[in-house]
């Protein structure tokens, strides 16, 4: 028996694949013609409100050309009048601010004031510019429209004079759209001008009313400085160098001033070893002046780093600023850069404040190259009076240890009378002094003391280890103080090395240079070797230092700490330099001695 395969046509609908595609094309073209409808609609709303504004524009104009010609001005101001500066007007919806400046126009046809020929009435015509601005609207950027206007009736004579003001830069550039403000208060009803500078940094107001100091001028533009005009016989000011401006009748008053865009300083307050000083007291003062005898400075200022040492300070004015320490507790042993700090335009300044606490007396030298006036590193810097006699080099840091009775157990050395760890040495008696343990006059053969971790705060180069006294007894035998050194840059691997870079050698002079193996690191340890040749006798140290240079070490200085009260002779002497010996008186606590070296 036959059968016959059938197969049935089936109507399917679509796969969800097949959906998912077609929903995605869909919703890019919905999404194209959306955003092609929305921007449609913002150029209609942007067109609308300037259409708008260019209706308010025509309506102020027109309202101007029907005013009898002296009352085309701004009220109090000059040219005088009776429209205001800025106002606001809600149109259709829309709040638009309209400012409207007019200034009178010495036209050079018939000569100009002060010129020749010398135009006695210098007022030719007036020139109107309205800006309409919409803070509100979205793109809309202000609209500017200006017309002029003339009088109908010939000039006089005119009985006031003219104010020129200029405005340049630091590099004597003149300074467009410098916004310049005017109040000349001695008549009845006060003039006040709000103006710009024109493309060559000058604004002309023409027809003053004669005054003597009588316009004070100040002006600024965004993000640039200020300069301004003070009052003759002012309280803290009596003899200003750039007094209120005086007009006389018939004649040019021109004044200058010059802005340019401000700066940042950045001050922080640290030790050499970059750790850094919060809550420290300081002068900042500027060099320009703003009057004379006598002088005032324009800016000057008492100033103290916060809790993380640190003091920003913007808007500031490029000039030179010399800094004072006025700090209780800490001086100021040198700057990075040097000091005074010469702050430019438009730029940052990063400035370190080194100091070190009051030990009582402290003299800072700094010694700069004659023909480039730039710090001189390496220079050998000698002080000698009465028993004191200390040498040091510029630019290296030192870091001194003379106690360690507070004990071991610190790893690292915030507390300079601690040390980490130590075996048969006797730090506290007398305490400030590290010899060998022992009772009864006998001493044991040897010991040893390993100090805190001590940081420098930024790779740096170390020069020398020194320890006091420099001589032991004799009986110790050769070599009784001996000492290596560890340093790294993770405070962890602590390998001690003697003046050949390896392990098998030690320091024992007391004063030695350290090896370039450990230069470009940042923490430091020493190891103290104490040995006797007879235990009846022991070595002792009073002090270890060393000395180094890191980001935090200032260029070209040195400082002089615990300097009693004297007369000195400060020796100055650098290779390929004449020598200078400088007289030297201490009785303060704190002393600057600025020198300058000739190439021999």
């Known amino acids: 028996m036959l059968y016959k395969k059938t197969q049935k046509n089936r109507t399917g609908g679509f796969s969800l694949v097949e959906m998912l595609i077609g929903a995605a094309i869909f919703l890019v073209i919905s999404v194209g013609i959306y955003n092609a409808f929305t921007s449609v609609l913002k150029v209609i709303a942007v067109s609308r409100t300037k259409i708008v504004a260019m209706d308010l524009a025509n309506e102020r104009f027109e309202l101007i050309r029907n005013l009898a010609f002296e009352d085309v001005g701004i009220s109090g101001s000059i040219p005088d009048g009776v429209l205001l500066h800025a106002e606001t007007f809600v149109r259709s919806g829309y709040t638009f601010q309209a400012t409207t400046t007019i200034r009178n126009v010495d036209d050079p046809f018939d000569g100009t004031i002060g010129g020749s020929p010398n135009d006695l009435s210098p007022a030719d015509y007036r020139l109107v510019e309205i800006e309409i601005g919409c803070a509100t609207c979205k793109n809309f950027p202000p609209i500017f429209v200006n017309t002029h206007v003339a009088p109908k009736a010939l000039e006089t004579t005119s009985t006031n004079g003219a104010l020129f003001v200029r405005v340049f830069d630091a590099n004597g550039q003149p300074v467009p759209d410098a916004s310049v403000h005017i109040v000349n208060s001695q008549p009845a009803t006060p003039i006040v001008i709000d103006d710009v500078t024109n493309n060559s940094g000058m604004l002309q107001v023409v027809d003053a009313p004669p005054g003597v100091n009588a316009y004070q001028i100040t002006v600024t533009k965004g993000g640039y400085t200020t300069d301004r005009t003070y009052t003759p016989g002012a309280v803290g000011n009596p003899n200003p160098t750039k007094p209120h401006a005086t007009v006389t009748a018939q004649h040019v008053t021109q004044i200058s001033f010059v802005i340019d865009e401000v700066s940042t300083m950045n001050i922080q307050s640290s030790t050499l070893a970059c750790a850094p000083v919060p809550s420290f007291h300081f002068d900042l003062m500027g060099t320009k002046l703003i009057g004379t005898s006598p002088n005032v400075l324009k800016y000057s200022q008492s100033l103290v780093t916060d809790s993380s040492g640190a003091r920003n300070l913007t808007n500031m004015e490029w000039d030179t600023y010399p800094i004072t320490a006025t700090d209780a507790v800490y001086d100021l042993i040198g700057t990075n850069p040097l000091f005074p700090v010469s702050l430019a335009q438009d730029s940052v300044a990063n400035v370190k404040l080194i100091i070190a606490p009051k030990n009582p007396s402290t003299l800072l030298v700094i010694v700069k190259d004659t023909s480039t006036g730039l710090p001189l590193s390496n220079t050998t810097v000698r002080l000698q009076g009465g028993s004191y006699d200390q040498t040091l080099l510029t630019e290296r840091g030192f870091i001194t240890q003379t106690d360690w009775s507070h004990g071991a157990g610190q790893a690292t050395s915030s507390d ?178 600025e020198v300058s070296l000739l190439p021999s």
């Open 416 to 593: 300079l009378a601690q040390y980490f760890s130590s075996s048969n040495v006797n730090v506290t008696s007398p305490a400030g002094e590290a010899k060998l343990t022992g009772s009864f006059g006998v001493y044991d053969s040897s010991g040893v003391l390993t100090s805190s971790t001590f940081n420098t705060g930024s790779a740096s180069n170390f020069y020398q280890l020194s320890w006091l006294p420099a001589s032991q007894p004799a009986a110790t035998g050769a070599n009784s103080v001996k000492m290596q050194i560890a340093t790294n840059n993770d405070t962890t691997t602590w390998n001690f090395k003697g003046p050949d870079g390896t392990d098998t050698t030690y320091y024992t002079s007391g004063v030695s240079t350290i090896n370039a193996v450990h230069n470009n690191d940042q923490y430091l340890r020493y190891k103290l070797f104490l040995n006797t040749a007879s235990t009846t006798y022991t070595p002792n140290v009073s002090d270890v230092s060393f000395t180094f240079a890191s980001q935090c070490v200032p260029p070209g200085q040195t400082a002089f700490t615990g300097v009693p009260n004297g007369s000195y002779t400060l020796t100055i002497s650098h290779t390929n330099y004449d020598t200078q010996i400088i007289p030297i008186t201490i009785n303060s606590s704190w002393k600057q001695q």
